[in-house]
C-alpha cells in the first residue's frame, strides 16, 4: 500500500479533513487571516535569519554556535521535508476537499508534512538549548506557525503534528551532536 492510499485511509477514517475545514472556515475571518498569514510569512524563514544574525552578533561563543546548528538543522530539514514530500505525495486539503480554502499560495505542491513546522520546531529546540529564556517568544510562535497551516489550508492537522514529532526528533539529534563535537560550547 502506498503512502498515499494510507493517508487516503486515515482522512476516510478519522474524519480529519473536518477539523481542518473548520479552521479554515474560522480563519477566514479578516483579523484571523492577517494574523494568521502575517504568522506563516514570517514563519517562511524570515523570523528565523533575524534570529540567526542576532545570535551572531551577541558576540559570544554560545550564540554563534546557536546561529550555525540552527543553519544546519534548516539545511537538513529542508532536505528531509523535500524528500518525505516526494515520497508521501499528499495532496493539500484545498486540493482534495471543496470547502477547504487555500488563503495563501502554498510554496509547493504536497501537503505531509509541514515544512514551515518541521522548521520552526527544530529551530525552537536548539535555541532554547542554547538560549534556554526565549522559550517564552519561541515556543509560542511556534504553535503559531503551526497552527498558520491548518487555519490558511495548506495542511492537515497530521501533517502539522508529524512534522513537530520530526523536528523535536531533529532539534535533540543536532544537540546531541553538537555537544559530541563541541563539548566546550
Not at 77 to 100: C, D, E, V
Request: proline content about 4%; aromatic content about 10%; glycine content about 10%.
Amino acid at each position: 500500500m502506498s503512502a498515499l492510499e494510507l493517508f487516503q485511509r486515515f482522512e476516510a477514517r478519522s474524519g480529519e479533513w473536518r477539523l481542518c475545514q473548520r479552521a479554515n472556515r474560522w480563519g477566514a475571518r479578516r483579523a484571523a487571516l492577517a494574523f494568521f498569514g502575517a504568522v506563516s510569512r514570517l514563519g517562511d524563514g524570515v523570523f528565523w535569519y533575524v534570529l540567526m544574525g542576532l545570535l551572531l552578533l551577541s558576540g559570544t561563543a554560545r550564540g554563534a554556535a546557536a546561529a550555525l546548528n540552527m543553519a544546519l538543522v534548516g539545511i537538513v530539514a529542508l532536505m528531509l521535508y523535500r524528500g518525505l514530500k516526494r515520497w508521501t505525495r499528499r495532496p493539500r486539503p484545498f486540493r482534495s476537499h471543496g470547502g477547504i480554502v487555500a488563503h495563501i499560495a502554498p510554496l509547493d505542491e504536497f501537503s505531509f508534512p509541514s515544512g514551515h513546522t518541521l522548521h520552526a520546531v527544530s529551530f525552537t529546540t536548539v535555541a532554547i538549548a542554547y538560549v534556554p529564556w526565549l522559550a517564552v517568544l519561541l515556543i509560542p510562535f511556534a504553535l503559531l506557525v503551526g497552527a498558520s497551516r491548518v487555519v490558511l489550508g495548506l495542511h492537515y492537522p497530521s501533517d502539522v503534528i508529524a512534522a513537530t514529532l520530526i523536528g523535536i526528533g531533529l532539534g535533540t539529534v543536532s544537540l546531541r551532536l553538537a555537544a559530541w563535537m563541541l563539548p566546550v560550547v
